[in-house]
């Protein structure tokens, strides 16, 4: 989730987008994963054990990431 998100925000920097645009476009790329999915990996007979665990550690995880991008973006002054 980090290494796509900073991705994305480069990106996002050489097409020249800033400020509100830039903080937003970092939160939505910083989002977890669905709860959606697990509901998905059920009625699809798939691994719900999985998708169960992708859903918690992706929100645990963005959590953490979220912060972090958004503090590196107030402090770079983007």
Known sequence: MGVLTGIG???YRWMGV???DLRIGAIMLGCPTA???YVMAARLRGDTDLAGT???VSTAA???TITGWLFLLRV???
């Open 9 to 11: 925000i480069a990106l």
């Open 18 to 20: 800033s400020g509100d």
């Open 35 to 37: 709860v959606v999915t």
């Open 54 to 56: 992708i859903v918690i």
């Open 62 to 64: 963005s959590a953490i």
């Open 76 to 78: 770079s002054g983007w």
